[in-house]
């Protein structure tokens, strides 16, 4: 009896970490799914999607950046980001322009229109909404740098092929 006790306790175990719950990626993913929802109605107000402000944030941040550059920063494809882009300067928050030292370049900054949006602050509630408090800073830190630590193994597994 103990052995098939020990068994069962040994699969119970194991079946426990199969959880979903105990999976670290599900609780980021199902934590981006929820930024997601929270984000929407305040967005919706602006006309713009995630990608979108993100985009305008990161030109906030550094302005005149290439398509290339700025699609580094935000783990996109040009080819993603240039119809985001291209919407964005539809509605006049960004300018896109050919880099005169590089033609095959192509350059994109905020608009006076697009920085007065940023200036508002739209997603401020949003760390409130988090209920981390003083936490909120830590908490992002631990992310980035699990990210970051990913993204290292990745590469790192890459160029071993």
Same mark, same amino acid.
């Given at each position: 009896?103990?052995?098939?006790?020990?068994?069962?306790?040994?699969?119970?175990?194991?079946?426990?970490?199969?959880? +979903?719950?105990?999976?670290?990626?599900?609780?980021?993913?199902?934590?981006?799914?929820?930024?997601?929802?929270?984000?929407?109605?305040?967005?919706?107000?602006?006309?713009?999607?995630?990608?979108?402000?993100?985009?305008? %944030?990161?030109?906030?941040?550094?302005?005149?950046?290439? %398509?290339?550059?700025?699609?580094?920063?935000?783990?996109?494809?040009?080819?993603?980001?240039?119809?985001?882009?291209?919407?964005?300067?539809?509605?006049?928050?960004?300018?896109?322009?050919?880099?005169?030292?590089?033609?095959?370049?192509?350059?994109?900054?905020?608009?006076?229109?697009?920085?007065?949006? +940023?200036?508002?602050?739209?997603?401020?509630?949003?760390?409130?909404?988090?209920?981390?408090?003083?936490?909120?800073?830590?908490?992002?830190?631990?992310?980035?740098?699990?990210?970051?630590?990913?993204?290292?193994?990745?590469?790192?597994?890459?160029?071993?092929?």
């Amino acid at each position: 009896m103990p052995t098939s006790q020990t068994v069962t306790s040994a699969d119970d175990s194991q079946a426990d970490g199969r959880k +979903l719950s105990n999976f670290l990626c599900f609780a980021i993913y199902s934590a981006n799914l929820a930024f997601g929802r929270a984000y929407k109605p305040i967005l919706d107000e602006l006309g713009l999607t995630y990608t979108q402000y993100i985009a305008m %944030v990161a030109l906030a941040e550094q302005d005149d950046q290439t %398509v290339g550059a700025l699609g580094e920063k935000l783990f996109l494809e040009s080819n993603t980001l240039t119809p985001i882009l291209k919407k964005l300067e539809s509605t006049g928050y960004v300018r896109r322009r050919r880099d005169p030292a590089d033609e095959r370049q192509v350059r994109v900054s905020l608009t006076p229109v697009g920085r007065r949006l +940023l200036e508002t602050d739209p997603a401020v509630s949003l760390v409130d909404a988090t209920g981390l408090g003083d936490e909120f800073p830590v908490v992002q830190k631990s992310v980035v740098r699990l990210r970051d630590n990913l993204l290292r193994a990745t590469q790192a597994e890459r160029e071993k092929e």
